[in-house]
């Protein structure tokens, strides 16, 4: 054809998710049909750019982008797809680059199948708008079958979600079932075991990373760097755990065995963005999978994070941290440190937040004091309830087999770690006889290595020493902490989180403590 050495063609090909696996729609079946198509008219072929498993619905597309830029820069004038679909189902978007975008840069396009020719005057052109229309009805019907069907499958109790949530895998024979990840659900149950005793997610976070335990994201993304020669670099392995994972964690009943789903909804078929679902609209279905955690600690578990809540601005330990509220005003009640006095005080949020408008008043205390006289009123109030030879009876041996338990966890966590430390000693090994790594990195990293390793041996033996002591508990050593905890001279966070729910101050100073324990007479 004359003229036609003149075109600097590049070929567009594109294959959604959403199309299946059509031969009619493949990449080998579009590349074919438009390779021939060049050859039937000589056409000079510059570039092929292919979207394999992309959504026409936006322009969002790696290989689209690259073929736009490369418009720019003059390196072609002509684009063939197999359909206008292929170019985008976006009848805003593909009408703007048809109608405007393609003439303003004198480019040539040519839907085969469609028979557009945007440099032929024919009828086909004149309805290109409308076959634009037409595909992006289409996208938006297949995105309504989609999201039916994928309803369908979570009410049914089907696990239909890309990533499996962290101490689960899916089952090697149901893509469709959740299986326990044993490695990943030790964690789990170390988060929640750390949560039972008062931790903040801040704590748990920091206790994680310290002992160098995996973060989710890291399972997922890592990669081992062999041109890393600093020491430090080995921690990339497992991460730095944060606040919000925890929470996510303690807060996701999918590890009782209940498959939670729909928590989100695209803002429609066109855009990726999320936004969250109202929790009365998700999709959960009992039982579906076997459970990590058990309801009830689950549930317990959950009646703890409000007095857990880390606040932004503490930096000392208070042990009525998250308990306390305004009476008032019902807003949480927080504690801050003067440092010209160096002492602390309480201060309504709420007032604190809009002091201007006056709805509310200071609350402010001396916390020292404050903490002397609440923990006065809950020894009472235990000495009054409280039964201790029923306790003795009933959770005296419970504690020291937690304890226990704790501890074998804690021997199990550091073995795993000196196993996979004992691994990458191996592979550190294996780069330097490949040459990879010098024999000085290899030394440097193998010292590094070696020491950890025989730091967590020297641990191990000393916790294994500490649970032998555990086992030698007797009944005078039992009787003594019982003693301890019901007379509460040495209160832990532990302790106060399990008797008290909440304890409002009010403006004239009076208290109200609201005990876990109903008051019986």
């Not at 703007?96 to 440099?119: H, Q, S």
């Not at 430090?232 to 919000?244: A, K, L, M, P």
């Amino acid at each position: 054809m004359v003229g036609n050495s003149s075109f600097k063609v590049g070929i567009y090909i594109r294959l959604s998710r959403d199309d299946g696996n059509v031969e009619s729609d493949s990449i080998i079946s579009q590349r074919s049909l438009l390779n021939q198509y060049v050859k039937e008219n000589n056409y000079i072929v510059v570039d092929e750019y292919v979207d394999d498993g992309f959504s026409g619905t936006n322009f969002d597309r790696p290989s689209f982008k690259r073929m736009m830029k490369d418009i720019e820069l003059g390196k072609i004038n002509m684009i063939i797809t197999k359909d206008m679909s292929r170019l985008g189902r976006d009848y805003i978007g593909t009408g703007e680059l048809i109608e405007k975008y393609f003439p303003n840069n004198n480019i040539r396009y040519i839907a085969i199948n469609d028979g557009i020719d945007t440099f032929i005057d024919n009828t086909n052109n004149d309805i290109a708008p409308f076959k634009a229309i037409m595909n992006d009805m289409y996208a938006k019907d297949i995105s309504k079958k989609i999201k039916s069907s994928l309803h369908s499958r979570m009410k049914d109790g089907l696990y239909v979600s890309g990533r499996c949530p962290f101490g689960y895998m899916k089952d090697p024979t149901n893509k469709n079932h959740l299986v326990i990840n044993e490695e990943q659900a030790e964690v789990v149950k170390l988060i929640f075991n750390l949560a039972l005793k008062g931790n903040t997610y801040h704590y748990i976070a920091q206790y994680l990373t310290q002992r160098k335990i995996k973060t989710p994201s890291s399972y997922y993304n890592y990669v081992w760097n062999t041109k890393c020669i600093n020491t430090n670099c080995i921690s990339q392995e497992y991460g730095v755990w944060v606040d919000t994972t925890i929470k996510a964690i303690l807060t996701n009943r999918i590890y009782t065995g209940d498959a939670v789903q729909g928590k989100t909804k695209k803002i429609n078929y066109k855009l990726k963005k999320t936004v969250k679902n109202n929790p009365d609209d998700y999709i959960i279905v009992e039982n579906t999978h076997e459970a990590i955690i058990d309801k009830d600690t689950f549930n317990y578990v959950q009646t703890l994070l409000p007095k857990n809540v880390k606040r932004p601005e503490k930096k000392r330990f208070y042990l009525l941290d998250g308990l306390l509220y305004c009476g008032d005003c019902k807003h949480r009640i927080t504690i801050r440190y003067q440092n010209k006095t160096g002492r602390s005080y309480t201060t309504c949020d709420y007032y604190r937040t809009y002091s201007k408008y006056h709805v509310c008043t200071t609350h402010t205390n001396n916390y020292e004091t404050l903490e002397s006289v609440i923990l006065e009123e809950i020894k009472s109030v235990c000495e009054k309830y409280l039964d201790k030879n029923k306790i003795k009876d009933s959770i005296g041996n419970m504690t020291f087999e937690d304890n226990t338990l704790n501890i074998k966890k804690q021997i199990e966590s550091l073995e795993l770690t000196n196993n996979k430390l004992t691994n990458n000693l191996d592979k550190t090994y294996m780069d330097m006889l490949k040459g990879i790594i010098d024999e000085e990195q290899y030394k440097r990293i193998s010292d590094s290595l070696k020491k950890e390793i025989e730091d967590n041996k020297s641990n191990i033996d000393n916790l294994k020493n500490e649970q032998i002591e555990e086992n030698k508990v007797d009944k005078k050593q039992i009787e003594k902490y019982i003693d301890e905890f019901l007379s509460l001279e040495k209160p832990t966070r532990e302790l106060i989180i399990n008797l008290v729910e909440k304890i409002y101050i009010y403006q004239n100073k009076s208290i109200d403590i609201i005990f876990t324990f109903k008051n019986v007479t």
